[in-house]
């Protein structure tokens, strides 16, 4: 664990009423212009338009609801296409591929190393980024004892969100 790493950070929230998610897409897309500038790197027109995709909600979306998305605004888009877009914005850390759902979620830190740790409501399909380095840590210590080294972690706790569970506790 990195010494000035807090112990645990929550990147996200479930959505309480009256979110704002516009500042959600404009905060990412701001962040990722500016990624891409330091980083000598082309965040093209299209690019841009999948990663704003990809932030239109807290919950994943897979290749081909953005290819759909794509197309229906006019775009000649083929499969090959989304899928270059979304590698290059992983390669630049601005999204992440949940491996179980198959899909992407954009990540709310990029310029901030950290593990991919999420809560994944299974009602909503809510999905919230969490950052604890103390998870992480306990992670790959118990991995050492293994004599495995750990190169990524990837963390999906499947559960539900506060608004699902209050409504199954209800029902």
Not at 12 to 18: D, L, S, Y
Not at 156 to 163: D, I, W, Y
Request: hydrophobic fraction near 40%; glycine fraction near 10%.
């Amino acid at each position: 664990m990195p010494p000035s790493a807090p112990a645990s950070r929550s990147t996200a929230t479930f959505q309480r009423p009256g979110h704002d998610h516009r500042r959600c897409i404009d905060g990412a897309l701001a962040a990722a212009e500016e990624r891409c500038r330091r980083r000598g790197a082309k965040l093209t027109e299209l690019r841009r338009r999948v990663l704003e995709l990809v932030w239109q909600g807290h919950e994943p979306v897979g290749a081909y609801a953005l290819l759909d998305a794509l197309r229906a605004e006019g775009r000649a888009a083929a499969p090959p296409t989304v899928y270059r877009a979304l590698d290059f914005l992983l390669s630049h850390g601005l999204i992440h591929r949940l491996e179980k759902a198959n899909a992407f979620i954009g990540c709310p830190r990029p310029d901030d190393p950290h593990a991919g740790q999420f809560l994944m409501c299974l009602e909503c399909g809510t999905v919230i980024e969490m950052d604890d380095a103390a998870l992480g840590a306990a992670v790959a210590a118990s991995a050492a004892k293994h004599g495995f080294a750990v190169s990524r972690q990837m963390l999906e706790v499947e559960g539900h969100c506060p608004s699902c569970a209050r409504g199954a506790a209800g029902g």
